[in-house]
């Protein structure tokens, strides 16, 4: 298979050597960028048979047999690693990248590290034939592509709930993309979602924060309450040497007292940490200060590699709905540009909103709601059950054996709903229930997405339609009476779930791990779940 799309790069086919050259002269040379002296035979194609006994001298590569078959009858089994000066330094490229992985979030060490450290490193001698050479080299991009450009498979993925389409990786297409354009190797932002390598830069910037010693915890009792501005005491101190740590306050006074400028610093921290812009610092607040800076390196770890299964084209697509379920955000982004952001609340954790995708087509105006089945048998029918008239009190009707609330104002689904058809039955609605926005934690649903800005969300999806004028979009929702309206071109729907995010500014923002999904994802890429890769090397 030959899916590359994703990488927005045309996969150009390059065959390093002719089929027709031959030689049996064996050549001493030698190559400057690397090792240094190499003895090669110049012969530019080799046994197949070959690949047969090296992977019974190195089982614990067996994982990439196949894609290294598919790889080198691409290249009727030519050489892609040598020229005539020796290994090229593309190769060395690539190793500096496998010996530099940990900076991807990368949790692991290529299986033969000592054979590959012999095949770069002057003062260690390699014992591997031409061949062995060639092939060690093959798989040691192998891993680095499927640790960095590709993430965990398909089927374990999945298994983390996560039903987003997962991109698709062709090695031998990003092989030969990549030496085709060798730079590709260093930026990258063609194969990957911008929003990896931002991150990557905070795991570097929190791993030096850990390196000078992280940020001390904060103690304030267990019958504090909270501190206000003008309030004195010892552990204001530590507030302020904490934040000073990580930025949020530039200049440390050292001072105990709740200041202006800690005022300022500690606004900026809840902004960055989703949660409401207050001055009283509270127990809650505290909390969140006292995560110590290993956390903060395992959650970036955690959301890279959600990161490299999305495809980078999704963000220059000419439209999209992208809902991150941590954040209780939704926004529309056209040409890479984010246009309309709204909060959203999300579902509660026995009632999760299911990480997918789908296409907009429809919004529904003065909906119905049809009550699930679920509902109708937990709250609907023991409500009937002890009040004859609960129906009527509820605006609902019994209509072809189901239950429905008619359209309203006190519909659950509020005045508006967004459909994108889906077998989850998840879909974005308005909601009655507003107070519910003002909440730092939004999780109340049971599954689908409530959306705190409706009215606008359909005027900016509707905005090139001349017939839905603000005007009318609003007497729609009004009106009481049910109306569909197919939207002219579908629209993507993204559900995601991200713990950390940079934004425009470059501000690194955390946000509650509210299915708890994290742990678990970063046990898998550590190796300590069950029919994982075990990890001979962890570094933070």
Same mark, same amino acid.
């Given at each position: %298979?030959?899916l590359?799309?994703?990488?927005?790069?045309?996969?150009?086919?390059?065959?390093?050597?002719?089929?027709?050259?031959?030689? =049996?002269?064996?050549?001493?040379?030698?190559?400057?960028?690397l090792?240094?002296?190499?003895?090669?035979h110049?012969?530019?194609?080799?046994?197949?048979?070959l690949?047969?006994?090296f992977?019974?001298?190195?089982?614990?590569l067996e994982k990439?047999?196949?894609?290294?078959?598919?790889?080198?009858?691409? &290249?009727k089994y030519?050489?892609i690693w040598?020229?005539?000066?020796?290994?090229?330094?593309?190769?060395?490229?690539?190793?500096?990248?496998?010996?530099?992985?940990?900076?991807e979030?990368?949790y692991?060490?290529?299986?033969y590290?000592d054979?590959i450290?012999a095949?770069?490193?002057?003062?260690?001698e390699?014992?591997?034939? /031409?061949?062995? =050479?060639?092939?060690?080299?093959?798989? %040691? +991009?192998?891993?680095?592509?499927?640790k960095?450009?590709?993430?965990?498979d398909?089927?374990?993925?999945a298994?983390?709930?996560?039903? $987003?389409?997962?991109?698709?990786v062709?090695?031998?297409?990003?092989?030969d993309?990549?030496? /085709?354009n060798?730079?590709?190797?260093?930026i990258?932002d063609?194969v990957?979602f911008?929003?990896?390598?931002? $991150?990557?830069?905070?795991?570097?910037y929190f791993?030096?924060?850990? /390196?000078?010693?992280?940020?001390?915890?904060?103690?304030?009792g267990?019958?504090?309450?909270?501190?206000?501005?003008?309030?004195?005491?010892?552990a204001?101190?530590?507030i302020r040497?904490r934040?000073?740590v990580?930025?949020?306050?530039?200049?440390?006074?050292?001072?105990n007292? &709740?200041?202006?400028s800690?005022?300022?610093a500690v606004?900026?921290?809840?902004?960055k940490?989703?949660?409401k812009?207050?001055s009283?610092i509270?127990?809650?607040?505290i909390?969140? %200060?006292?995560?110590?800076?290993s956390?903060?390196?395992?959650k970036i770890?955690?959301?890279?590699?959600r990161?490299?299964?999305?495809?980078?084209?999704?963000?220059?697509?000419?439209?999209?709905v992208?809902?991150?379920?941590?954040?209780?955000?939704?926004?529309i982004?056209?040409n890479g540009?984010?246009?309309?952001?709204?909060?959203v609340?999300?579902?509660?954790?026995?009632?999760?909103?299911?990480i997918?995708?789908?296409?907009?087509?429809?919004?529904?105006?003065?909906?119905?709601?049809?009550?699930?089945?679920?509902?109708? #048998?937990?709250?609907v029918?023991?409500?009937?059950?002890? *009040?004859k008239? &609960?129906?009527a009190?509820?605006?609902m009707e019994?209509y072809?054996?189901?239950?429905?609330?008619?359209?309203?104002?006190?519909?659950?689904?509020? $005045?508006?709903k +967004?459909l994108?058809?889906?077998?989850?039955n998840?879909?974005?609605?308005? =909601?009655p229930?507003?107070?519910?926005?003002?909440?730092?934690?939004?999780?109340?649903?049971?599954g689908?997405?409530?959306?705190?800005?409706? #009215?606008?969300?359909?005027?900016?999806l509707?905005k090139? *339609?001349s017939i839905?004028t603000p005007?009318?979009? *609003?007497?729609?929702?009004?009106?009481g #009476?049910?109306?569909w309206?197919?939207?002219?071109?579908?629209?993507?729907?993204?559900?995601g &779930?991200f713990?950390?995010?940079v934004?425009?500014?470059?501000?690194?923002?955390?946000?509650?791990?509210?299915y708890?999904?994290?742990?678990r994802?970063?046990?898998i890429?550590?190796?300590?779940e069950?029919?994982?890769?075990?990890?001979?090397?962890? #570094?933070n």
């Amino acid at each position: %298979m030959k899916l590359i799309s994703f990488f927005g790069i045309l996969s150009i086919v390059v065959l390093l050597f002719s089929c027709s050259q031959k030689t =049996t002269e064996h050549v001493p040379v030698f190559n400057p960028d690397l090792k240094g002296s190499i003895n090669v035979h110049s012969k530019v194609a080799f046994d197949s048979t070959l690949v047969d006994s090296f992977y019974k001298s190195f089982p614990e590569l067996e994982k990439f047999e196949e894609d290294v078959r598919i790889i080198y009858r691409g &290249y009727k089994y030519h050489e892609i690693w040598f020229d005539a000066r020796g290994v090229i330094e593309f190769a060395g490229s690539v190793y500096r990248k496998v010996k530099g992985i940990a900076s991807e979030g990368v949790y692991g060490v290529f299986p033969y590290s000592d054979k590959i450290d012999a095949i770069f490193e002057e003062e260690i001698e390699n014992n591997l034939t /031409q061949v062995e =050479t060639e092939l060690m080299i093959t798989n %040691m +991009f192998l891993f680095y592509a499927e640790k960095v450009y590709k993430g965990i498979d398909d089927k374990t993925a999945a298994a983390t709930e996560w039903l $987003l389409p997962k991109k698709q990786v062709s090695y031998e297409n990003l092989l030969d993309t990549l030496i /085709q354009n060798t730079g590709l190797l260093a930026i990258n932002d063609s194969v990957l979602f911008n929003q990896y390598y931002k $991150l990557r830069d905070y795991l570097q910037y929190f791993r030096d924060i850990q /390196q000078n010693g992280g940020w001390d915890s904060i103690y304030v009792g267990p019958k504090f309450k909270s501190f206000k501005p003008g309030d004195s005491a010892n552990a204001i101190v530590q507030i302020r040497n904490r934040l000073f740590v990580t930025g949020e306050i530039k200049e440390n006074n050292k001072s105990n007292l &709740y200041d202006d400028s800690l005022l300022v610093a500690v606004n900026r921290f809840q902004r960055k940490n989703l949660r409401k812009v207050q001055s009283a610092i509270t127990p809650d607040l505290i909390k969140r %200060m006292n995560m110590p800076v290993s956390e903060y390196i395992k959650k970036i770890a955690v959301n890279m590699e959600r990161w490299r299964w999305i495809s980078p084209e999704m963000a220059n697509a000419s439209e999209y709905v992208f809902v991150n379920i941590p954040s209780y955000l939704l926004q529309i982004n056209r040409n890479g540009v984010k246009v309309f952001e709204s909060p959203v609340v999300v579902g509660k954790i026995m009632s999760k909103t299911v990480i997918f995708s789908g296409n907009m087509s429809f919004i529904v105006f003065s909906p119905y709601w049809n009550v699930p089945t679920s509902i109708l #048998k937990s709250e609907v029918l023991p409500g009937i059950n002890k *009040d004859k008239n &609960y129906l009527a009190k509820h605006n609902m009707e019994w209509y072809n054996g189901q239950v429905r609330q008619k359209p309203g104002k006190n519909n659950s689904l509020g $005045l508006v709903k +967004f459909l994108f058809p889906n077998s989850n039955n998840i879909y974005l609605h308005d =909601t009655p229930s507003k107070s519910l926005f003002e909440k730092d934690s939004r999780a109340f649903s049971h599954g689908c997405i409530r959306v705190g800005r409706p #009215k606008d969300l359909a005027i900016e999806l509707l905005k090139n *339609d001349s017939i839905w004028t603000p005007a009318k979009i *609003d007497a729609a929702m009004r009106a009481g #009476k049910e109306e569909w309206v197919q939207l002219k071109q579908k629209i993507p729907v993204y559900i995601g &779930y991200f713990t950390c995010f940079v934004n425009e500014q470059k501000e690194f923002h955390m946000f509650e791990d509210i299915y708890k999904m994290d742990d678990r994802l970063f046990d898998i890429l550590i190796g300590k779940e069950e029919g994982t890769e075990t990890i001979a090397s962890v #570094k933070n």
